[in-house]
């Protein structure tokens, strides 16, 4: 397998995506990350969905790994955000931030 910096996961499941918008939001992943969905880019990020995260509300839920970022309520902007901030510029998005694994 080749090497890549982080894993974004969606949350795809009932709860916490009772409309059904993640699977929206995981298809438009590859046109956003641009350079950064590149198979062989090193710094290239790996994505996936989850069918539970655990979190069943609030949703979609979007994680950040190895960061241990947790984003709630992400919709089609915040998603633009995170791939632009946190992921292209190592700045996440604070105002969508509901826990992080070293706090």
């Not at 080749?2 to 709860?15: N, V």
């Amino acid at each position: 397998m080749t090497p890549y910096a982080r894993h974004l996961f969606i949350c795809t499941g009932q709860y916490c995506d009772p409309a059904g918008e993640a699977q929206a939001l995981y298809d438009k992943l590859p046109a956003m990350l641009g350079e950064l969905a590149r198979y062989r880019n090193p710094e290239r990020v790996k994505r996936g969905t989850c069918p539970c995260l655990g979190v069943c509300q609030n949703g979609p839920i979007v994680v950040v790994y190895p960061d241990g970022v947790w984003y709630e309520k992400v919709d089609e902007n915040g998603l633009s955000r995170i791939v632009e901030e946190h992921l292209k510029q190592n700045q996440p998005v604070e105002d969508l931030i509901f826990h992080r694994l070293s706090e």
